[in-house]
């Protein structure tokens, strides 16, 4: 999420209303206020919406929202006479090249914050972490067009941001903060992208860091945007976002010469959209001219074309507006959710619980009424307690998270007989007897089911307990079991037995050995038992 | 006056004749041990008719230590009586008691050293602490001295004198049923009618009861059963589906783009296993790519296979609903699902690596977003919540998308659960052509808020002595 600081003044200004009025309204278009202070609002907007990432863009859908100025923005965009060209090598490195030039520019420390936020913001919505998009903003006054967008060798020297010294593009990668950041991206690949100017000055070393030579300073006046990355269309979304909002500030907005293309254009993109659909869809009663007003409010421009339909003017700067949903969705929200009707669907139904959650607590019931507690450990636990602890050899179908938060999460559970016991030990001061048992899904070879376990530790736990109390739970499930001796090494021999059904062992009882009582760190003996619950007859599939 | 018990009856029946008597003696009459008389009598005392006078006796005897010395002197006299004009230091080390003794004439500044020879000090002398010796007292502050010294030790005798209250004279006076009490009514004196002279001990029911803990569901438990149990009279129907789900079905058939950040490794749990992916994949990847046939414009860009075919522990339940959907394409359709899933978050006292996530869905000819707004309302009512309101969110996989807020006395506002309509994009590829109405919500913030715990590791590590300690109701107004 993308929390954005709203300073009230300049809000106000570009709103054209006061603090309170906008604040008030703000949650409505879909955003969290996280928390106002003396001078500025933090606000939360949703990653699908990196137009309202600034206070320009916050300031354009609140003057729509609040019917200050409604429908489309236009924005005047008139040849800069600036070209680019772009080095063939890059299509296997990093294709896609944006820019423009951005005049005019009247920076004070608020509104370069708000740029830099803008351009962060971006890097991280749209941009993925800068592989995808990534953008540079340079004094347009301190370099000359064209400019070329080439793959160079990567012992180009250059004076990166913030340095004074000249660093070839290796060393920045390895030395600079930004360059350890982000080499990931580049590491790979044998030339490295960069944008010089016609005396070969260097912009940028995409996507990592720009050149010293043309930082932007509170004197800046013009700028130049560059903006490369991987996708043509993220690269064109995050131009229109910057470009819209610096003209929301008072900038002009001139397009440059890409490979004989000028670009931006910053037009809108269209839709014609069905005004019953969206009637349906929503839930409401909408004629094509309320419908037509309901999407100027949020910045769209819109005309009622024969009866059912409105054709959409969609903003450039509306990234998220991919389907004709997406613009009913604005519609809900300029409607109000709070005046669409609640009413629950009319449609008859029975409900009907899942077989697998019906046996579960019959198993629970038999539990209870043994006098067994029941606990919910969780499913992610490590090797060590669920075999090493129990003297059981790991199971084959184990499966091993490939990235595990600490050493104690480091495999989904195929057991819930040592998790018990790790229980028993967490509450080890706690008075005895103590009887607890689980029920709950164990993961075998990506196939996830039920089992059913429990424990009883006090100073007389024995076998007999264990296997009466077992007999019992299945009894009451109705599993026809047979027993042998087992062979489990988590139990003392001569006090062991495997639970058979139909000739395959479901399940296991007995007396704990004292090495896993000694394991976990217990005192005192424990009668266990845990069997699978697809043996309960008549069991769903899984 | 509380009834008293055969043991007391019997007390007051001997202190009738006594009076006023020693435990020991009463125990010989009463063919106990002490103990037990002072135990009843001090039972006897709270209800009046006796009363317990507890005597102690101080007085000082000597350690081992200390006999030897109340014989032949402090270690320090010893040594006082043995120096003479001339006596070295050579010669007092000599001296058995000199390691403890000398130390003492130091500190008590009875000697000095004057060269190789020890003097006394004129006018010194041990008499006073010899005399605190032979005879300790309480308010001799040398005696404190020797028992810090652990030469005299204090010892204590307790003797309890116990005596008839007039009220419980009285009370023996009209005479005490002194006959055998029963403690259980035995098979032969029901069958036998003996229970009808049978004297059974009476109990005291200001006493609290002893403890007994009934096996009982775990509460968090009884929430997830309690939802359960609402939305199947809302007629859902229950699904159940495995933990291990493919990235297809937990993110790509869900619109997720496959560079989505949630994707990433720091955020969802990767397994190396791998699963084919199932047949009609083509449509799905032809609307992220294109947004195949649908007013969509897709993600763009090209869908890897291998991406899809990746395990992941699902991070949602939707990955269990949007299958059975899959399965299931006619209307209407209305089913939920409670399961664990997983997040790769840093475990804290709000965060949860894995957590309940319940989840609905219905699919109906005609249902709009403002019956899904109905369907939530009525849920969260059904939870005890009265004030219930929604705001506009952003979920990839539902258009329009809402998060639902409660009203919670004292703390206002919490949001509990997103929801929306499944993106055409979604439904689609599956062959769905009817708007589908889907709900999450986090049960545990619902079981936090109920069971007031501040730490949901609780749920899953919890201490047997809440469990035990919490009620199967918990009454609550408004959904606390």
Same mark, same amino acid.
Request: proline residues 5%; hydrophobic residues 40%.
């Given at each position: 999420m993308?929390?954005?600081?709203?300073?009230?003044?300049?809000?106000? #200004?570009?709103?054209?209303?006061?603090?309170?009025?906008?604040?008030?309204?703000?949650?409505?278009?879909?955003?969290?206020?996280?928390?106002?202070?003396?001078?500025?609002?933090?606000?939360?907007?949703?990653p699908? #919406?990196?137009?309202?990432?600034?206070?320009?863009?916050?300031?354009?859908?609140?003057?729509?929202?609040?019917?200050?100025?409604? $429908?489309?923005?236009?924005?005047?965009?008139?040849?800069?006479?600036?070209?680019?060209?772009?080095?063939?090598?890059?299509?296997?490195?990093?294709?896609?090249?944006?820019?423009?030039?951005?005049?005019?520019?009247?920076?004070?420390?608020?509104s370069?914050?708000?740029?830099?936020s803008?351009?962060?913001?971006?890097?991280?919505a749209?941009?993925?972490?800068?592989?995808?998009?990534?953008?540079?903003?340079?004094?347009?006054?301190?370099?000359?067009?064209?400019?070329?967008?080439?793959?160079?060798?990567?012992?180009?020297?250059?004076?990166?941001?913030?340095?004074?010294?000249?660093?070839?593009?290796?060393?920045?990668?390895?030395?600079?903060?930004?360059?350890?950041?982000?080499?990931?991206i580049?590491k790979?690949?044998?030339?490295?992208?960069?944008?010089?100017?016609?005396?070969?000055?260097?912009?940028?070393?995409?996507?990592?860091?720009?050149g010293?030579?043309?930082?932007?300073t509170?004197?800046?006046?013009?700028?130049?945007?560059d903006?490369?990355?991987?996708?043509?269309?993220a690269?064109?979304?995050?131009?229109?976002?910057?470009?819209?909002?610096?003209?929301?500030?008072?900038?002009?907005?001139?397009?440059?010469?890409?490979?004989?293309?000028?670009?931006?254009?910053?037009?809108?993109?269209?839709?014609?959209?069905?005004?019953?659909?969206?009637?349906?869809?929503?839930?409401?009663?909408?004629?094509?001219?309320?419908?037509?007003?309901?999407?100027?409010?949020?910045r769209?421009?819109?005309?009622?074309?024969?009866?059912?339909?409105?054709k959409?003017?969609?903003?450039?700067?509306?990234?998220?507006?991919?389907?004709?949903?997406?613009?009913?969705?604005?519609?809900?929200?300029?409607?109000?959710?709070?005046r669409?009707?609640?009413?629950?669907?009319?449609?008859?139904?029975?409900?009907?619980?899942h077989?697998?959650?019906?046996?579960?607590a019959?198993?629970?019931?038999?539990?209870?009424?043994?006098?067994?507690?029941e606990?919910?450990?969780?499913?992610l636990?490590?090797?060590?307690?669920?075999?090493?602890?129990?003297?059981?050899?790991?199971?084959? /179908?184990?499966?091993?998270?490939?990235?595990?938060?600490?050493?104690?999460n480091?495999?989904?559970?195929?057991?819930?007989?040592? %998790?018990?016991?790790?229980?028993?030990?967490?509450?080890?001061?706690?008075?005895?007897?103590?009887? %607890?048992?689980?029920?709950?899904?164990?993961?075998?070879?990506?196939?996830?089911?039920?089992?059913?376990?429990?424990?009883?530790?006090?100073?007389?736990?024995?076998?007999?307990?264990?296997?009466? !109390?077992?007999?019992?739970?299945?009894?009451?499930?109705?599993?026809?079991?047979? @027993?042998?001796?087992?062979?489990?090494?988590?139990?003392?021999?001569?006090?062991?037995?495997?639970?058979i059904?139909?000739?395959?062992?479901?399940?296991?009882?007995?007396e704990?050995?004292?090495?896993?009582?000694?394991?976990?760190?217990?005192?005192?003996?424990?009668?266990?038992?845990?069997f699978?619950?697809?043996?309960?007859?008549?069991?769903?599939?899984? | 006056?509380?009834?008293?018990?055969q043991?007391?009856?019997?007390?007051?029946? @001997?202190?009738?004749?006594?009076?006023?008597?020693?435990?020991?003696?009463?125990?010989?009459?009463?063919?106990?041990?002490?103990?037990?008389?002072?135990?009843?009598?001090?039972?006897?005392?709270? =209800?009046?008719?006796?009363?317990?006078?507890?005597? @102690?006796?101080?007085?000082?005897?000597? !350690?081992?230590?200390?006999?030897?010395?109340?014989?032949?002197?402090?270690?320090?006299?010893?040594?006082?009586?043995?120096?003479?004009?001339?006596?070295?230091?050579?010669?007092?080390?000599?001296?058995?008691?000199?390691?403890?003794?000398? /130390?003492?004439?130091?500190?008590?500044?009875?000697? =000095?050293?004057?060269?190789?020879s @020890?003097?006394?000090?004129?006018g010194?002398?041990?008499?006073?602490?010899?005399?605190?010796?032979?005879?300790p007292?309480?308010?001799?502050? #040398?005696?404190?001295?020797?028992?810090?010294?652990?030469?005299?030790?204090?010892?204590?005798?307790?003797?309890?004198?116990?005596?008839?209250?007039?009220?419980?004279?009285?009370?023996?006076?009209? $005479?005490?049923?002194?006959?055998?009490e029963? $403690?259980?009514?035995?098979?032969e004196?029901?069958?036998?009618?003996?229970? =009808?002279?049978?004297?059974?001990?009476?109990?005291?029911?200001?006493?609290?009861?002893?403890?007994?803990?009934?096996?009982?569901?775990?509460p968090?438990?009884?929430?997830?059963?309690?939802?359960?149990?609402?939305?199947?009279?809302?007629?859902?129907?229950?699904?159940?589906?495995?933990?291990?789900?493919?990235?297809?079905?937990?993110?790509?058939?869900?619109?997720?783009p496959?560079?989505?950040?949630?994707?990433?490794?720091?955020?969802?749990?990767?397994?190396?296993?791998?699963?084919?992916?199932?047949?009609?994949?083509?449509?799905?990847?032809?609307m992220?790519e294109?947004?195949?046939?649908?007013?969509?414009? /897709?993600?763009?860009?090209?869908w890897?296979?291998? =991406?899809?075919?990746?395990?992941?522990?699902?991070?949602?339940?939707?990955?269990v609903?949007?299958?059975?959907?899959?399965?299931?394409?006619?209307?209407?359709?209305?089913?939920?699902?409670?399961g664990?899933?997983y997040?790769?978050?840093?475990?804290?006292?709000?965060?949860?690596?894995?957590?309940?996530?319940?989840?609905?869905?219905?699919?109906?000819? $005609?249902?709009?977003?403002?019956?899904?707004?109905?369907?939530?309302?009525?849920?969260?009512?059904?939870?005890?919540?009265? /004030?219930?309101?929604?705001?506009?969110?952003?979920?990839?996989?539902?258009?329009?998308?809402?998060?639902?807020?409660?009203?919670?006395?004292?703390?206002?506002?919490?949001?509990?659960?997103?929801?929306?309509?499944?993106?055409?994009?979604?439904?689609?590829?599956?062959?769905?052509?009817?708007?589908?109405?889907?709900?999450?919500?986090?049960?545990s913030?619902?079981?936090?808020?109920?069971?007031?715990?501040?730490?949901?590791?609780?749920?899953?590590?919890?201490?047997?002595?809440?469990?035990?300690?919490?009620?199967?109701?918990?009454?609550?107004?408004?959904?606390?």
């Amino acid at each position: 999420m993308a929390v954005i600081t709203l300073p009230y003044k300049y809000l106000e #200004r570009l709103t054209r209303t006061d603090k309170k009025t906008i604040l008030d309204k703000i949650a409505l278009i879909g955003s969290d206020v996280e928390r106002t202070e003396e001078d500025h609002a933090d606000v939360e907007f949703f990653p699908d #919406r990196p137009d309202l990432f600034s206070t320009e863009g916050v300031a354009r859908a609140m003057r729509g929202y609040l019917g200050i100025e409604t $429908g489309l923005p236009s924005y005047q965009v008139k040849p800069s006479g600036i070209s680019f060209t772009v080095d063939p090598a890059l299509v296997t490195i990093r294709p896609v090249l944006g820019a423009a030039v951005i005049r005019g520019v009247e920076f004070d420390d608020e509104s370069i914050q708000s740029i830099m936020s803008l351009q962060e913001s971006l890097h991280w919505a749209v941009g993925r972490g800068r592989s995808k998009v990534a953008i540079g903003i340079h004094d347009l006054d301190t370099v000359k067009p064209p400019f070329r967008y080439i793959a160079s060798p990567r012992s180009r020297k250059f004076i990166p941001l913030d340095y004074t010294e000249e660093m070839t593009m290796d060393e920045i990668l390895e030395k600079h903060p930004k360059g350890r950041d982000y080499a990931k991206i580049v590491k790979d690949f044998p030339l490295f992208p960069l944008i010089v100017d016609k005396d070969d000055h260097v912009l940028s070393f995409p996507p990592i860091i720009n050149g010293e030579r043309t930082r932007v300073t509170i004197d800046t006046k013009n700028i130049l945007l560059d903006t490369t990355g991987t996708d043509t269309r993220a690269v064109g979304v995050a131009v229109n976002i910057i470009c819209t909002a610096m003209a929301e500030a008072g900038a002009t907005i001139e397009s440059v010469g890409i490979g004989g293309v000028q670009t931006p254009t910053l037009a809108p993109a269209e839709r014609t959209v069905s005004v019953q659909e969206c009637s349906r869809l929503l839930g409401i009663d909408l004629t094509s001219a309320t419908m037509t007003s309901l999407l100027q409010k949020m910045r769209f421009g819109a005309v009622p074309v024969g009866g059912d339909k409105v054709k959409v003017q969609v903003p450039c700067y509306r990234a998220d507006i991919m389907h004709d949903w997406d613009l009913f969705e604005d519609v809900a929200i300029a409607y109000g959710y709070d005046r669409i009707q609640a009413l629950p669907p009319a449609t008859f139904t029975v409900g009907k619980p899942h077989p697998v959650q019906v046996n579960a607590a019959l198993a629970r019931e038999a539990f209870c009424g043994l006098g067994y507690l029941e606990v919910m450990p969780f499913t992610l636990t490590n090797e060590d307690t669920l075999y090493k602890k129990m003297r059981r050899e790991e199971k084959s /179908g184990v499966l091993h998270v490939m990235h595990p938060i600490s050493i104690e999460n480091t495999v989904v559970r195929t057991e819930l007989l040592p %998790l018990l016991l790790e229980f028993l030990a967490l509450n080890r001061h706690r008075e005895l007897p103590q009887r %607890l048992f689980t029920v709950g899904d164990v993961v075998d070879s990506c196939l996830t089911y039920q089992q059913a376990a429990g424990v009883s530790m006090h100073p007389d736990a024995d076998f007999s307990e264990a296997y009466a !109390s077992a007999d019992a739970v299945l009894h009451e499930l109705s599993i026809d079991y047979t @027993v042998k001796e087992s062979a489990d090494m988590a139990f003392i021999e001569g006090r062991r037995g495997d639970i058979i059904v139909a000739g395959k062992k479901i399940g296991v009882f007995g007396e704990i050995h004292p090495f896993v009582l000694n394991a976990f760190e217990l005192e005192h003996s424990v009668a266990a038992f845990e069997f699978d619950l697809r043996a309960v007859p008549g069991y769903p599939a899984l | 006056m509380a009834e008293l018990t055969q043991n007391e009856k019997r007390l007051l029946a @001997v202190l009738e004749k006594e009076h006023k008597a020693d435990a020991p003696h009463l125990a010989s009459l009463l063919d106990a041990t002490s103990e037990a008389v002072v135990q009843w009598a001090h039972l006897a005392e709270d =209800k009046g008719v006796a009363t317990v006078e507890r005597l @102690v006796a101080k007085e000082f005897v000597y !350690s081992e230590e200390g006999k030897a010395y109340a014989k032949n002197g402090l270690p320090e006299t010893q040594l006082f009586r043995f120096i003479m004009p001339g006596t070295t230091l050579a010669d007092l080390q000599k001296h058995e008691a000199f390691r403890i003794g000398f /130390g003492q004439l130091r500190k008590k500044g009875l000697v =000095k050293v004057d060269g190789t020879s @020890v003097v006394k000090i004129p006018g010194a002398s041990t008499d006073a602490d010899e005399a605190a010796l032979n005879h300790p007292t309480a308010s001799d502050p #040398r005696t404190k001295e020797l028992i810090r010294r652990g030469i005299v030790q204090e010892s204590e005798t307790v003797r309890y004198a116990i005596a008839i209250t007039p009220a419980g004279l009285s009370l023996a006076k009209k $005479g005490l049923d002194l006959r055998e009490e029963s $403690g259980t009514l035995t098979r032969e004196q029901i069958l036998t009618g003996a229970w =009808k002279t049978a004297n059974l001990r009476r109990y005291d029911v200001t006493k609290l009861p002893k403890k007994a803990y009934p096996g009982k569901i775990h509460p968090y438990q009884r929430i997830i059963a309690e939802m359960r149990e609402i939305l199947l009279e809302m007629g859902f129907t229950e699904l159940y589906g495995g933990i291990v789900q493919q990235s297809y079905w937990n993110f790509d058939v869900l619109f997720q783009p496959q560079d989505h950040p949630a994707r990433e490794m720091q955020d969802t749990f990767y397994l190396k296993e791998t699963l084919p992916l199932p047949k009609g994949y083509e449509k799905v990847k032809a609307m992220h790519e294109t947004g195949g046939e649908t007013s969509s414009t /897709g993600w763009g860009g090209v869908w890897k296979e291998e =991406k899809a075919e990746q395990c992941v522990l699902r991070t949602h339940t939707t990955s269990v609903s949007i299958q059975h959907l899959a399965k299931n394409p006619n209307p209407p359709v209305k089913a939920f699902c409670v399961g664990r899933v997983y997040r790769r978050e840093t475990i804290d006292t709000t965060h949860l690596a894995e957590f309940e996530q319940l989840e609905g869905i219905v699919m109906d000819e $005609g249902v709009t977003f403002g019956n899904l707004l109905g369907i939530l309302r009525e849920f969260y009512h059904r939870m005890g919540f009265e /004030g219930v309101r929604f705001k506009p969110s952003y979920y990839p996989y539902t258009e329009p998308s809402l998060d639902a807020e409660v009203f919670v006395e004292g703390i206002g506002w919490m949001e509990m659960g997103g929801a929306g309509v499944f993106r055409e994009e979604v439904t689609a590829p599956l062959g769905i052509n009817y708007p589908v109405l889907a709900w999450g919500l986090g049960v545990s913030r619902i079981a936090m808020l109920r069971l007031g715990l501040k730490d949901l590791r609780y749920l899953h590590r919890s201490d047997v002595a809440f469990l035990r300690e919490t009620p199967a109701l918990r009454y609550t107004k408004g959904g606390e």
